[in-house]
């Protein structure tokens, strides 16, 4: 088995993670399971591909949910509120589960129990793809004076290689890559990234007012734009 690596500080490989995603995986007519969807934008993308035969996109967050239930345009897409750790689906009913950069977001003591949900809704010779950000980077040097989530991420990674080393699922292959963020001004860089539904940040003035400085020391006339290191595991689940 490769060695796994929480990520590869040489690579600067520039990409949308999305196209990466259509180019890689098997998509053409696959049940596709997305958790933690967010806002919908890459459910959308995938789904307005015209390649899956069907998604469901779970959402924990029951704000983002409850708006995510107004989208009435993606006849293929079925939202279901709910996370990783108790998947609403039955054993082996998925080609494809998709993790996009939201595994870390699971509490660290349901981390193991989310990656046997992933393995039991897998059909044998499925794929997962678990996507998760690399803690470094320019943008992370803001985002970590007020979200630092370096145990987080290290304990997502664990519980990959767990997955891998119990022998669930197999590594397929890892993806290292930098992503673009990019913010017209602050304001957008605040409601973004600070005022977000699915966690509750608390920034004293005093926490508010670095954050503002740091962001604002990548401001150029055209705004200010970040390439985020990332990391894809794909696995498959083994063919018994």
């Not at 987080?152 to 990674?157: D, H, I, K, Q, S």
Request: proline share 5%; net charge negative; hydrophobic share 45%.
């Amino acid at each position: 088995m490769p060695t796994m690596k929480i990520s590869d500080p040489g690579q600067t490989r520039r990409c949308n993670e999305v196209q990466l995603m259509l180019a890689e995986l098997p998509l053409d007519d696959a049940r596709v399971l997305e958790l933690g969807c967010g806002r919908a934008q890459k459910t959308r993308t995938l789904a307005e591909s015209g390649r899956v035969r069907e998604i469901l996109a779970l959402e924990v967050d029951a704000i983002q949910h409850a708006r995510n239930l107004l989208i009435d345009d993606l006849p293929q897409v079925r939202f279901a509120q709910g996370g990783a750790e108790a998947i609403p689906a039955e054993a082996d009913s998925f080609d494809i589960v998709i993790m996009l950069k939201s595994l870390h977001h699971v509490p660290v003591r349901h981390m193991t129990r989310a990656m046997e949900e992933i393995a039991r809704v897998l059909r044998p010779g499925g794929l997962a793809w678990i996507s998760e950000p690399v803690f470094a980077g320019e943008m992370n040097e803001v985002m970590r004076l007020f979200h630092d989530e370096e145990s987080v991420r290290e304990a997502a990674f664990g519980a990959v290689c767990g997955a891998v080393e119990r022998g669930i699922l197999k590594l397929e292959q890892q993806l290292f890559f930098q992503t673009r963020s990019a913010f017209a001004d602050f304001a957008e860089f605040d409601a973004r990234m600070i005022q977000v539904t699915h966690t509750e940040h608390r920034l004293s003035p005093e926490c508010y007012a670095e954050v503002r400085r740091r962001f604002e020391a990548h401001l150029t006339a055209e705004g200010a734009t970040f390439f985020n290191p990332q990391r894809v595991d794909v696995l498959s689940k083994p063919v018994r």
